[in-house]
């Protein structure tokens, strides 16, 4: 199994895809939920596995491009086909998953393995009929929207209009119609003129909920942009600038990178933003700039440590973050197989882990805790055990119900609230 | 838990250095820490992946790290302290780093292809071979850092300085992007002819040196050698020895 690079629930939470770093992508459903087995509540299954992106080569710069898929979305369902983006560094697919459980039977000109039949031989004409089938899932590519970025695409988003997607690599976003695949319009281009001058990159990008003139994108300094279509074709000018000032008691050479935001996401009610940068996660209020409403410390004892994370290049890890359907929790992962959820109400907040040799299947999660240093308690781990090759970069919440899918570098885990 | 092969010198959880008298004592310590951060700065630049484009995120936050360490030390006038430091143990080190450096990626780019950044080779090779450049900028950028300090001992100003680093700054950028022919000839425009004659000088020492460097380490030859001139050359018999050990002839 390849290490997974990206994990996304479709908009009703019957399915979960997730991509890897093989450029395959496969898709989880839910089981429908039976009257006879009431504790399995509607277990995820493999529903179709294929291979989105090979590995290609640009001749031009001699370079390879990654099949890795950066990051996969869905369309909203709008008959029984579903459709979903993928994309690696460089180009975007369409994909169409569809069903089959019936198949035709009774050709004329054909017989049943598929080999042309004699015409001489043929006495009788009749119309096929369609035959039940074991179900087949497959999928094909519709779209491919190749050659519009020259950097690595980091971020795609679907528009609220479902005719439209951005898509956004270090330096410009693209906006595409779905029906066409040779042309993009350039919304935001922070190109600098001469490449020497360059010194921040656009990270993460995504189309507001419901608004479909309106975009945010954050960049490695720690600021949000939000823009708005409708005033100008080029997007360079924003609406609204987030930024919280430096606090210049935390000042250190390392302060710019961990203020680099990773992930942006609009909460579902469409009022808030949430960004992560190295240390912590915050939530912004839309109608205020100046700073964020909320800071929750993610793993605030790696403070300490900067200097060997930005030796072994940990500092430049980019954790994602979600929102749960009510935009009441706020989720993201940490190191050693840790993930973090906030409540904004109650502000609690707790650390669990993903791995089997810590929980048993259908076991409770048990609450982990890490401890700075001093008198390490029971059950507790220090910072210094930590293992920082197991990163969790990517985890999805339920549109409706808790349920959370959490990538654990090659094994996925999904994770459910405890019926009584 | 940690990369192995660099030599540490991390000041996680240093105390708090300002206004007390052991604080006083301990400025060295962190002009120590914060040229080391410099230098792991430079190698992460330098060390790039052959096959698949470097992080454009990543190369601009390690470069405009660089460029606050930079500054700093030019406010500072801590330029002058570098060189009171043992500069024969620090290049040693430099010495190792990039020679783990140059053995990573020659065993990366064994049997791959060569990366296009290399063009800027060729164009300018005319009847150089490719290999004894490759040797020659790989030599000259274990110079480089070496040269860094002991332009501070010609006693020139910090300004010069800042404007050397910033140009091999912005050659990394520029081999970072897409290469016009038109940028490869900027990059040219600012080599003096005290770099062919460090070419011809290696020439004949060269035999199976393989395309293995990252081409960050060419970026870095130029500027160096604008202001190096005496010191390239009297620093030969250094150099031989670090260009065998280099190419393990």
């Given amino acids: ?360 299947p259908r076991a409770i999660l048990k609450p982990r805790k890490v401890c700075m240093g001093g008198k390490r308690r029971k059950d507790e781990i220090s910072v210094d055990s930590l293992d920082f090759s197991k990163k969790i970069l990517h985890t999805a919440w339920h549109p409706s119900e808790n349920i959370i899918a959490v990538a654990a570098t090659n094994n996925l885990y999904i994770f459910q609230d405890k019926v009584n | 838990m940690f990369v192995r092969g660099l030599k540490r010198k991390c000041f996680d959880g240093e105390e708090d250095i300002e206004g007390t008298l052991a604080g006083i004592k301990a400025i060295p310590s962190y002009n120590l820490q914060r040229q080391s951060l410099l230098d792991m700065s430079l190698v992460k630049l330098q060390l790039c992946h052959m096959l698949v484009e470097p992080n454009l995120c990543r190369s601009v936050l390690i470069a405009n790290t660089v460029r606050q360490i930079q500054e700093e030390m030019t406010q500072d006038g801590t330029w002058q302290m570098i060189n009171t430091q043992s500069t024969g143990q620090a290049s040693l080190d430099r010495l190792v780093s990039t020679d783990i450096l140059c053995r990573s990626s020659r065993e990366q780019a064994e049997g791959k292809h060569v990366p296009g950044y290399s063009t800027f080779n060729k164009d300018f090779e005319g009847d150089q071979t490719q290999d004894s450049s490759e040797a020659m900028s790989t030599a000259a950028s274990v110079q480089a850092p070496r040269n860094l300090q002991s332009n501070v001992w010609e006693m020139e100003n910090p300004q010069e300085n800042k404007g050397t680093f910033q140009k091999s700054l912005d050659q990394i950028f520029e081999t970072l992007e897409n290469k016009s022919p038109n940028a490869v000839e900027d990059l040219f425009s600012e080599v003096d002819n005290s770099y062919y004659d460090l070419d011809t000088m290696l020439t004949g020492m060269m035999s199976n040196s393989k395309m293995g460097h990252c081409d960050g380490l060419e970026t870095f030859s130029s500027p160096t050698t604008t202001t190096s001139n005496s010191n390239c050359k009297s620093d030969l018999n250094e150099l031989d020895h670090i260009v065998e050990i280099l190419v393990e002839s």
């Avoid at chain 1, 990008?205 to 100008?232: Q, W």
């Avoid at chain 1, 700073?291 to 300490?304: G, K, N």
């Fill in chain 1, 1 to 360: 199994a390849d290490i997974i690079s990206t994990v996304e629930f479709n908009h009703t939470g019957e399915l979960l895809a997730t991509g890897d770093k093989g450029g395959r992508v496969v898709i989880f459903q839910r089981e429908q939920e039976s009257k006879n087995q009431p504790h399995r509540r509607g277990e995820y299954n493999v529903y179709s596995t294929f291979q989105s992106h090979e590995p290609e080569f640009d001749y031009l710069k001699s370079l390879e491009i990654e099949e890795k898929i950066n990051k996969i979305r869905w369309l909203p369902q709008q008959n029984a086909a579903y459709f979903l983006l993928s994309t690696n560094d460089k180009t975007v697919k369409l994909w169409k998953v569809s069903e089959r459980d019936k198949r035709p039977e009774g050709y004329n000109l054909k017989d049943e393995d598929g080999r042309l039949r004699d015409p001489s031989m043929i006495t009788v004409l009749r119309v096929p009929v369609l035959r039940p089938m074991d179900l087949m899932v497959e999928a094909t590519p519709r779209r491919v929207f190749a050659n519009a970025h020259t950097y690595h695409i980091n971020s795609i988003s679907v528009n609220s209009d479902y005719e439209t997607y951005m898509s956004a690599d270090d330096l410009r976003i693209n906006l595409w119609n779905f029906e066409i695949t040779n042309q993009s319009f350039n919304i935001v281009d922070i190109k600098p003129a001469n490449m020497e001058e360059l010194t921040e990159v656009i990270t993460a990008a995504e189309f507001h909920p419901h608004h479909c003139n309106t975009f945010v994108y954050s960049s490695s300094k720690g600021t949000i942009r939000l823009c708005d279509m409708r005033t100008s074709a080029l997007c360079d000018r924003h609406a609204k600038f987030f930024e919280e000032p430096e606090d210049p008691s935390n000042r250190s050479f390392f302060s710019e990178i961990i203020s680099s935001i990773s992930d942006v996401k609009f909460s579902h009610s469409g009022r808030y933003i949430m960004t992560r940068d190295y240390l912590t996660v915050k939530v912004w209020d839309l109608n205020m700039e100046n700073r964020p409403i909320e800071t929750y410390q993610v793993h605030d004892y790696l403070r300490s440590k900067l200097c060997s994370l930005y030796e072994n290049d940990c500092i430049f890890d980019k954790f994602e973050c979600v929102w749960n359907g009510s935009d009441s929790v706020i989720m993201t992962g940490s190191y050693n197989n840790f993930f973090r959820m906030f409540d904004r109400n109650t502000k609690r907040d707790v650390t669990l882990e993903a791995s089997r040799e810590n929980s048993k």
